[in-house]
């Protein structure tokens, strides 16, 4: 059976590895508690936080690239997506600054979908990290 990996509501945990270590938590390391609130099947608000030194805000609108509907059964179940938007650093020196993301959905299971996403922020310094993780759907 087919599992929509786009057009659905999520909340999960992922891991967030920082690629060069600046002041906020989107170049450092940590986890991050992220959302998916689909305003229709492909444009989405992506909410969460990214915890570690200076935790992160983000409030990111993405456009998602459902897969197409086909009858072959071995169809991989992955929608891509792109987008960015407000990320705001917390802590003793509050910032606020704008983010990029890419990334991927896959639907594993009607409740469960896997996401990977590249952020690149620009909130103090220029910031690259790459979380990995699972939602619940629905």
Do not use: W
């Amino acid at each position: 059976p087919r599992h929509p990996a786009s057009g659905r509501n999520s909340l999960g945990l992922r891991v967030h590895t920082g690629i060069n270590h600046p002041p906020s938590a989107v170049g450092g390391g940590g986890f991050a508690v992220l959302s998916k609130l689909a305003l229709s099947r492909q444009v989405s608000v992506r909410p969460g936080v990214v915890f570690g030194t200076n935790t992160v805000l983000e409030l990111p609108l993405t456009v998602d690239f459902p897969p197409k509907n086909t009858e072959d059964e071995l169809r991989v179940n992955v929608a891509p997506y792109l987008g960015g938007g407000l990320a705001v650093a917390l802590g003793d020196d509050s910032s606020f600054g704008g983010f990029g993301t890419i990334g991927i959905d896959a639907g594993l299971t009607p409740q469960f979908t896997a996401t990977a996403a590249l952020k690149v922020g620009f909130i103090e310094a220029v910031e690259v990290g790459i979380t990995v993780g699972g939602s619940l759907t629905f």
